[in-house]
């Protein structure tokens, strides 16, 4: 018995899939919505808590992919194009509704050395929900130029090149941008909660 459509596109790899959506297959594209839907939501509640917003910036970053997909660049993945979108349409909606707007900072020098990625986890005896929410109302204090690199690098675990590739800049502003980002958090996380300043 023959499979049908449906049930061979999900077999398909997302070049595959990109060229049925723009051949005519709409369901093509829903198979790309379904299998990086849940890495976008995780992305933007990053930035927000409200679940109308998530839904809306979700929503609109992949309408914005399928109006634009003839522009997809074949060398890159479509993960990292759909990426790019879904952080571009949050920052523009925050900077619409004036909420931490872009800072125009750029570091005069590039550090050389990352520093160890360890100050998301300042206490490993806290519940991960409390974690979570400190992490959250720590990073929610933080200008957008310096949420958005910490937020693909600390928990999307984005590489450098990737990160330099979604935000349109080079691996030395990555590499400025992430250790002026980490210092900043870790001030902030001990300016409001001191007692993690006592852990190891």
Known sequence: MALSLMETLPDLDDQELVDRTLAGERDAFQVLVERHQDRLFGLVRHYTRNPVEIEDIVQESFLKAYTRLESFQRQGSFYTWIYRIAVNTTLDLFKRQGRNPVQAVEDPEVV?????????????????????????????????????????????????????????????????????????????????????????
């Open 112 to 200: 050389g050395t990352a520093p160890e990625r360890s100050v998301m986890r300042p206490d490993a005896s806290l519940r991960e929900a409390e974690i979570a929410q400190v992490t959250h109302d720590v990073l929610a204090e933080l200008p957008e130029i310096f949420r958005t690199v910490l937020v693909l690098r600390e928990f999307e675990e984005q590489s450098y090149q990737a990160i330099a590739d979604l935000l349109g800049i080079s691996i030395g502003t990555v590499e400025s941008r992430l250790f002026r980002a980490r210092a900043k958090f870790k001030d902030r996380l001990l300016q409001r909660y001191p007692e993690y300043g006592e852990v190891e």
